[in-house]
């Protein structure tokens, strides 16, 4: 350990990146697209696995 002060230059602060903004249709059109995605995806597993009511 030593009593020896370093002075140093604080680093530089780096400009923010801009975010990759998705424009306001775009948006629109990917959540209908992820809604209908859902519902092929649903009716697939219902129809493949068979997925019927548990019995009683």
């Known amino acids: 350990m030593s009593n020896v ?3 140093e ?3 530089e602060d780096k400009p923010p990146k801009p ?6 249709s775009m948006r ?6 992820g809604i209908a995605a859902a519902f ?4 697939a597993y219902f129809t493949l696995v068979g997925g019927g009511a548990a019995p009683a």
């Open 40 to 43: 092929v995806l649903t009716w």
């Open 9 to 11: 230059r604080p680093p």
């Open 28 to 33: 629109k059109i990917l959540i209908w697209a």
């Open 5 to 7: 002060i370093k002075f």
């Open 19 to 24: 975010k990759a903004s998705v424009s306001p």
